[in-house]
């Protein structure tokens, strides 16, 4: 079955410091990978997908196929950046896209 | 420069109530979805609907009811309320499957007492 998994709730660092938000899927195809994030009072949105190997606001992520992981990581943290973060997998030419339970980034001052 | 508008923001239904929440979208996008995101959990796929007059169930779609009769809407109907539909929803749109965006509304979030 298909799953993506986010095995942090939340995610506490201090600005400055160096971020990594773990996401871990299954699946037995080819899959398309996207982190949305979320902030305060905001709708959930685009961060960045894999395909486009783009870096968004300093974050970026890298598909590892062999550890089935996709995880957003970014150098140093704002304060900017807490947000609600959500990994999402969609099947290759398929529209049912899957979330992970989410994570909450915290960056303290 | 709307995107998705979903209509109510908040509401409480009684057990046995129906309703329906709205969802518009002004980008011309064949997609169109709607998730249940319950406390701690990933959003879950409710209906989609690939274009005007064709939709299909996702993975909870117990409960529920969609319509799809033009490119802008595309409402979810509660019938017989129930405590277990207590979360928010959330529409979102896409321009095509796959690699495309999905561009979501602001939620409603949903309590059936």
């Known amino acids: 079955a298909q799953r993506v998994t986010q095995p942090e709730k939340l995610l506490s660092v201090f600005k400055g410091a160096p971020v990594e938000l773990k996401c871990n899927y299954s699946?037995?195809?080819?899959?398309?990978l996207f982190w949305y994030v979320q902030y305060s009072r905001q709708r959930l949105q685009l961060l960045l997908r894999?395909?486009s190997r783009e870096s968004i606001k300093g974050f970026t992520a890298d598909l590892n196929k062999g550890e089935t992981s996709f995880h957003l990581k970014k150098p140093f943290a704002q304060e900017e950046d807490s947000a609600m973060y959500y990994c999402?997998?969609?099947?290759?030419?398929?529209?049912?896209?899957?979330f992970g339970a989410g994570t909450r980034l915290f960056v303290k001052a | 420069n709307a995107g998705v508008t979903q209509t109510p923001k908040f509401r409480i239904l009684k057990i046995g109530q129906s309703m329906t929440l709205q969802c518009a979208q002004d980008?011309?996008?064949?997609?169109m979805y709607w998730y249940r995101q319950d406390p701690g959990m990933g959003l879950k796929l409710i209906y989609y609907?690939?274009?005007?007059?064709?939709?299909d169930k996702g993975e909870v779609p117990n409960g529920y009811n969609v319509s799809r009769s033009t490119t802008e809407d595309f409402p979810l109907r509660l019938e017989l309320a129930a405590p277990s539909q207590t979360s928010v929803y959330f529409c979102?749109?896409?321009?095509?499957?796959?690699?495309?965006?999905?561009?979501f509304g602001q939620g409603t979030r949903l309590t059936v007492v």
């Open positions: 894999h395909i």
């Open positions: 979102a749109s896409s321009r095509d499957r796959g690699q495309t965006e999905a561009f």
């Open positions: 999402a997998l969609t099947q290759t030419g398929g529209f049912k896209t899957i």
């Open positions: 699946y037995s195809g080819s899959p398309e």
């Open positions: 980008m011309n996008h064949n997609y």
């Open positions: 609907s690939v274009g005007a007059g064709i939709t």
